[in-house]
């Protein structure tokens, strides 16, 4: 068992890659695990806060301008601004609705893997990451009981609540967990818990993908329509966080170096999984289907950022 998860923790690139693909075309196995799906997120999420070292995130919180900056930015300014966009574009209301979880969303799990992948700065990455989630389920509900003027209802006590159980739940298992198998033990077996991470993926993968895969076989003009409004969300948000970020840090409107690269690496990946299981059940169908497509531009983002910034790999990458 040990040898098998070492090796999906080994070629979890290539298994998830393929994983897209084949997961599009068994659209049968999201019956089965959807029912699931609020315990796979939280596990998700577990497994990332059980492999953090919070000592980076304790250490910058005592100097806070900058993490307290990008957290002001992803959580404020970002939800003003996507609001303003889906007012003025009037996307259908699920649609709508997804584009405020993305802007009001932490940055996913894998961000600071791949900041440290192609060299750039893991640590604010890490940091962002870690406040980001333990702050969703205060910032969140707010923000999405004004999707009510989407002809949407949500109650913002009763996606509070799973919030917490989700991100809670996650955290305090993470935390036996960790106190259980230590430290050094949990570094030791990274692959282990990559590929525990990989199975958690696919099966993740296989229930969002399957009403996305629906959509694409019944209506492809929609599904091309709802995959181009992902890409971009995810680009777009990224290319402009990290110019913004640029002009704050240089002065300058030129190709981001790397702390303002890092922001937009976040600001574009976010982790909005988290709240669709928060969601009735009449608008859930509707989101899941832009989560599935947002997959693409989450899997096409490394690719990219590898090629683009292909200078930051010359020099280290900020260790965590």
Request: glycine share 6%; aromatic share 10%.
């Amino acid at each position: 068992m040990m040898l098998l998860l070492r090796f999906l923790g080994k070629h979890s690139a290539i298994i998830l890659a393929a994983g897209v693909v084949v997961a599009f075309f068994l659209p049968q196995l999201d019956t089965y695990l959807m029912p699931a799906f609020p315990v796979l997120v939280s596990a998700l999420l577990g497994i990332a806060f059980l492999r953090v070292d919070f000592k980076p995130v304790i250490l910058q919180l005592k100097n806070p301008k900058l993490l307290l900056s990008v957290l002001g930015a992803m959580f404020i300014l970002s939800p003003i601004i996507m609001m303003g966009i889906v007012i003025v574009t009037s996307p259908p209301p699920e649609i709508a609705l997804a584009l405020m979880m993305f802007a009001c969303a932490p940055p996913l799990a894998s961000t600071t893997n791949i900041a440290l992948m192609i060299g750039m700065d893991s640590a604010i990455c890490l940091n962002v990451t870690v406040v980001g989630a333990l702050l969703l389920p205060f910032i969140a509900p707010p923000i999405l009981t004004l999707s009510a003027g989407f002809e949407i209802d949500l109650d913002a006590w009763t996606i509070f609540l799973k919030l917490v159980y989700i991100v809670g739940g996650a955290l305090i298992v993470s935390s036996i967990l960790r106190y259980l198998l230590g430290v050094d033990r949990i570094r030791r077996n990274g692959e282990v818990f990559d590929g525990i991470t990989t199975i958690l993926l696919l099966a993740f993968l296989m229930a969002v993908m399957g009403p996305g895969s629906a959509v694409l076989i019944k209506e492809p003009i929609v599904a091309i329509g709802i995959c181009l409004i992902a890409l971009v969300a995810n680009f777009g948000t990224n290319f402009v966080f990290a110019l913004v970020a640029e002009f704050f840090h240089s002065g300058k409107i030129k190709k981001p170096e790397k702390m303002p690269a890092s922001i937009g690496l976040l600001a574009g990946n976010r982790n909005f999984a988290l709240m669709v299981p928060t969601l009735p059940e009449d608008v859930f169908a509707g989101v899941v289907v832009f989560l599935a497509f947002y997959q693409v531009p989450i899997y096409l983002t490394p690719l990219l950022e590898r090629w683009i910034f292909k200078e930051f790999r010359k020099s280290p990458a900020t260790k965590i």
